[in-house]
């Protein structure tokens, strides 16, 4: 592992790179724990200085996979806008801030710890509300109380993960759950109805259910976008589209203006396990900075580009399947040779591409989705998955051929 985190497996110039190349990532943190004895107590000592504590409150859309089968891409951006313009503008009027780049259909929020714990989910009720009133998608949302660390605008840190991971995968729509943290601000003769959910096991504790309670009825949205990927042509459109939804020529004239047809890379890599998140943290975003280098190192910016890399996760578009199956299978064998396992996901069709204020890049688009759901929801380590649609413009001679059911919807593909 300590070879594996050596500065000498990267290109010598990377930790030099550009802020609107990098993104998000923080390669200069990154460069200062490569340098230390990669303790946990070297973790702690440069982790300190971004040390917060408060609320973080995560949402995820619900029933999105079926959906994206029904409707096309303008339309189910329009869609998901909804809720988030509700979530942002409740959110930032008791004191909110949003975290990160809201591109795909989750969201995530930071409240300071001065943030009386009724108010907050007393507005949580408030956003469910008005969400089911004007918005045609339900979401869950998760919030826990605690300390994270904020990071080049993300909020990193184990109770960050799991209460992300806690509204992504354990709520319905309309649902709130909150941690027993949250509930231990509340007050002794508090009025919400909570059920504690027996079926979750969690490294934060107990969660509960919220069925009701006091909502926040002079309560006003504050009207300030929440932090949009899209270019300003780009979303007023889209705002104008949502009120002409059923307007086949418009959306034809807007399909024709903004989607393009891309091939999608999406590639996870695994780092080992850690017995503190602390030093897991920096391994992974170790990896992060492994995969930008490799990635800057073997993309063709002819007809290739990056769209980003966050975490353990690199997602990349090609104009061509063969050079998009070649740079997978060479990007496989690059992370091999430092004893890296991956695992990817192939797939083509209509997507969205938007220039962050950054300078990078992000993406929207069901052959996301797909390559997702192939190779992180059922993908094997070391494997890699092609979609039904890349059968017809690639040799799949050599892949096994796989069919099974991800979020009710019937996936064929291709591994090898």
Request: proline share 2%; aromatic share 8%.
């Amino acid at each position: 592992m300590i070879e594996k985190l050596s500065k000498k497996r990267y290109s010598t110039n990377l930790f030099d790179v550009t802020q609107d190349i990098i993104g998000a990532l923080p390669l200069k943190l990154v460069e200062q724990w490569l340098s230390s004895d990669q303790t946990y107590d070297d973790a702690l000592k440069l982790l300190e200085s971004h040390k917060v504590r408060g609320y973080s409150v995560s949402s995820d859309s619900v029933g999105l996979t079926k959906l994206c089968q029904q409707k096309g891409l303008l339309e189910i951006l329009a869609i998901i806008n909804q809720p988030k313009k509700i979530l942002h503008g409740y959110g930032k009027a008791i004191g909110g801030e949003s975290v990160g780049i809201w591109a795909a259909d989750n969201t995530q929020m930071f409240y300071p710890d001065s943030i009386d714990a009724t108010k907050l989910v007393s507005t949580l009720l408030t956003i469910q509300d008005a969400i089911a009133q004007s918005c045609q998608i339900k979401i869950g949302i998760g919030a826990h109380y605690g300390s994270f660390y904020s990071i080049s605008g993300g909020l990193y840190g184990a109770e960050a993960d799991d209460i992300e991971d806690i509204a992504e995968n354990h709520t319905g729509g309309g649902e709130i759950l909150i941690s027993q943290a949250i509930c231990d601000r509340l007050p002794a003769n508090h009025n919400f109805i909570l059920k504690k959910r027996d079926d979750l096991d969690t490294e934060i504790g107990n969660i509960y259910r919220v069925l009701d309670g006091d909502r926040l009825s002079g309560l006003q949205p504050l009207n300030q976008r929440y932090p949009i990927p899209y270019s300003e042509d780009f979303y007023t459109d889209l705002l104008e589209y949502e009120d002409r939804l059923t307007d086949q020529d418009f959306a034809h004239y807007l399909t024709d203006k903004y989607i393009q047809h891309k091939v999608v890379v999406l590639i996870e890599s695994r780092s080992e396990e850690v017995e503190t998140h602390e030093v897991s943290m920096f391994n992974q975003l170790s990896f992060s900075a492994l995969m930008k280098d490799v990635g800057l190192r073997l993309l063709d910016p002819k007809d290739a580009a990056e769209i980003k890399v966050v975490s353990s996760l690199g997602i990349y578009v090609f104009d061509e399947a063969d050079a998009a199956v070649n740079f997978a299978q060479t990007f496989r064998q690059e992370l091999a040779k430092q004893d890296i396992t991956c695992r990817i996901g192939i797939d083509r069709g209509e997507v969205l591409i938007f220039n962050l204020s950054v300078g990078t890049k992000d993406i929207a688009g069901m052959p996301v989705n797909v390559a997702s759901k192939m190779a992180q929801d059922k993908g094997e380590f070391g494997k890699l998955y092609l979609s039904a649609t890349m059968q017809d413009l690639v040799d799949i001679s050599g892949f096994n051929k796989i069919k099974y059911n991800v979020s009710g919807v019937e996936i064929t593909t291709y591994e090898g």
